[in-house]
């Protein structure tokens, strides 16, 4: 739907449309389009605080001197004109996601590309914004963040624990907001127009709030990997977040062209404040200076030899002194593990083949708790239950999804539907898709580095009874030349939870590089993420892995970082996923020519 907005929307002369999209789950999303009138330097998309809309925004292209500029404003679920239920859906990261389908709809109907695009957020936009940034790894120009909300103030003591409670209780509680227009802005009318303004949603699901929170410490932890020129806008008398995780996210950022701005008389709703005029000129200037020479995304091909991550991963490597507090607490543990994987079947498994094999993963893929004793079948179920196997079930419904996609897209084309998995584990990913999906596939190439796992994957290959279609062959995913070799082609290459376990980039590439001469042209790949961990240093500290038992240390790649090697080797990312605690990300790129 275009309509154009009334004469008091119309900002100097540019006449913006209100149109509409479908996210990723069917919901229709409203937005607002101011078309440039001059020859295009770029776009920029503008995501607003929480409780509002879009609309509330528009002085911003004016103000800020945008004209230049195709600019967008969102109006999130469950705001202004977009979809859903009133005050946003039940989770965060489909709020993020739903950005990140803004940006693709962008690309494809109006040729906006990422390398062309900066963002704009305020408050809880602020933290959509840079969720967005940190978990897909979109190469934009710029990101603005106005006084971002990674700390809501609550005010009231240990009220965040009662939420947390109640949302088990009743996941469909709303919480009543205490903001008023005076706490936001000295701006009178501003203020009068947030009372008055009846498409301004006065609650929230609880279980969004905490949400939330959880992304935003994430992102505030694991700011040093965004690598995105950034801008913090800070409001000195802010009576809605706190300033001090915004501080910590502004110390921890590693870009060049990173900077923070503080206005100390203003409130929360900087864009909105009486005294704003600092405020947009900092903006434009931080805007401006993004495009004033071609893009060029910081290069992180050798994030390997420098940087947080590798930083982290040299950390975790090693070992506190001997008898030291943290010492004896690990070896304490590594003890506890012991005495678990005497009662826990998968603990057991994990202690005998690595943590981090395939047989170890196909057990957490199977997810049915098993021990000796009901003992052990609870301490089986807590094992099960750990963050990063959630996220390990998460990823293969991912996997399936992107698979099905990809098969869906290769059949118009007519090319031939043939998938590739390099590292296949005992095949569960491929084998265990459903068998409409499986019909619709012509061949199958399943690959392992481990005998064990090779044996496994035909025993289940024979079982789903696929043998004319499917093979099972020891392989090395780390040999370019023989990947490359591989006959017949494979239109859908897939590499999942590989790359995430080796710390160098030398031999990813050569693996990439080996796929990017066996996928031909309009192929695609469908490869896997490690962005985040909760459990990094109790992992190396506890567990061993596959390559010899040595402990089972993890190089985190930015989802930036992987998307570049991806590019590197000559493929178009075109799609991901990533799991509701931003652990593991599984993202479709196809082969250009």
């Known amino acids: 739907m275009n309509r154009p907005i009334t004469p008091a929307e119309m900002i100097e002369g540019a006449t913006p449309m209100r149109r509409q999209f479908h996210s990723h789950d069917g919901t229709k999303l409203s937005f607002l389009h101011w078309p440039t009138s001059r020859m295009r330097r770029g776009a920029v998309i503008m995501v607003h605080r929480g409780h509002e809309h879009g609309e509330r925004l528009a002085h911003v292209v004016g103000e800020a001197g945008l004209h230049a500029f195709d600019v967008y404003a969102l109006d999130m679920r469950g705001h202004g004109a977009s979809g859903g239920p009133r005050g946003g859906g039940m989770r965060f990261d489909q709020i993020v996601r739903d950005l990140d389908c803004f940006a693709g709809h962008l690309r494809k109907r109006d040729g906006i590309a990422l390398h062309d695009t900066a963002i704009i957020g305020q408050s809880v936009g602020a933290v959509v914004a840079a969720a967005w940034v940190h978990d897909y790894g979109p190469p934009i120009r710029a990101m603005v963040l106005a006084a971002p909300a990674f700390d809501v103030r609550l005010y009231v003591p240990f009220v965040e624990t009662g939420i947390r409670q109640a949302v088990r209780a009743a996941p469909r509680l709303r919480i009543k907001s205490y903001v008023t227009g005076r706490m936001l802005t000295a701006d009178r009318d501003r203020a009068a127009s947030y009372r008055s303004d009846d498409r301004i949603t006065r609650d929230i699901p609880a279980r969004l709030l905490i949400d939330l929170r959880d992304t935003a410490r994430r992102i505030v932890a694991d700011a040093a990997m965004i690598a995105v020129p950034t801008q913090v806008l800070i409001a000195g008398d802010d009576r809605v977040v706190a300033q001090g995780p915004i501080e910590t996210f502004c110390n921890a950022l590693t870009s060049t062209r990173s900077e923070r701005q503080l206005y100390p008389d203003l409130k929360h709703d900087l864009l909105g404040e009486r005294d704003r005029a600092p405020v947009m000129a900092d903006l434009s200037r931080f805007i401006d200076d993004a495009f004033a020479a071609p893009a060029r995304p910081v290069c992180l091909l050798e994030a390997d030899r420098a940087g947080p991550g590798r930083e982290e991963a040299d950390r975790l490597a090693s070992p506190p002194p001997p008898w030291s507090m943290a010492a004896l607490r690990w070896r304490a543990m590594r003890a506890a593990i012991g005495v678990g994987a005497r009662l826990s079947q998968g603990m057991a498994i994990g202690r005998d083949a690595g943590f981090d094999s395939g047989a170890a993963l196909d057990y957490v893929y199977r997810n049915e708790a098993a021990g000796l004793s009901p003992i052990g079948r609870m301490v089986d179920r807590i094992y099960l239950d750990a963050p990063g196997w959630q996220g390990i079930r998460q990823r293969r419904r991912h996997l399936e999804d992107l698979i099905a996609v990809a098969l869906s897209r290769l059949e118009p084309e007519g090319m031939p539907r043939h998938i590739l998995d390099i590292a296949a584990g005992h095949g569960r990913?491929?084998?265990?898709?459903?068998?409409?999906?499986?019909?619709?596939?012509?061949?199958?190439?399943?690959?392992?580095?481990?005998?064990?796992?090779?044996?496994?994957?035909?025993?289940?290959?024979?079982?789903?009874?696929?043998?004319?279609?499917?093979?099972?062959?020891?392989?090395?995913?780390?040999?370019?030349?023989?990947?490359?070799?591989?006959?017949?082609?494979?239109?859908?290459?897939?590499?999942?939870?590989?790359?995430?376990?080796?710390?160098?980039?030398?031999?990813?590439?050569?693996?990439?590089?080996?796929?990017?001469?066996?996928?031909?042209?309009?192929?695609?790949?469908?490869?896997?993420?490690?962005?985040?961990?909760?459990?990094?240093?109790?992992?190396?500290?506890?567990?061993?892995?596959?390559?010899?038992?040595?402990?089972?240390?993890?190089?985190?790649?930015?989802?930036?970082?992987?998307?570049?090697?991806?590019?590197?080797?000559?493929?178009?990312?075109?799609?991901?996923?990533?799991?509701?605690?931003?652990?593991?990300?599984?993202?479709?790129?196809?082969?250009?020519?």
Not at 475 to 487: I, K, S, V, W
């Open 429 to 593: 990913y491929v084998l265990g898709l459903p068998p409409e999906l499986l019909e619709r596939v012509d061949a199958i190439h399943l690959r392992d580095y481990c005998e064990r796992n090779v044996a496994a994957g035909r025993a289940r290959l024979n079982e789903a009874g696929l043998g004319r279609k499917a093979r099972f062959e020891k392989g090395d995913a780390f040999d370019g030349d023989d990947l490359a070799a591989l006959r017949p082609r494979p239109t859908l290459a897939i590499v999942s939870g590989l790359y995430e376990l080796y710390d160098t980039n030398g031999s990813v590439r050569s693996s990439l590089d080996g796929l990017s001469r066996a996928v031909p042209k309009g192929g695609y790949l469908l490869y896997t993420n490690q962005p985040w961990h909760p459990q990094l240093e109790f992992i190396a500290r506890t567990l061993t892995s596959h390559r010899g038992g040595r402990p089972w240390v993890m190089r985190r790649r930015s989802q930036a970082e992987m998307d570049q090697l991806v590019a590197a080797a000559g493929f178009e990312k075109l799609t991901q996923r990533i799991d509701r605690w931003g652990i593991f990300t599984v993202s479709l790129a196809r082969r250009l020519g």
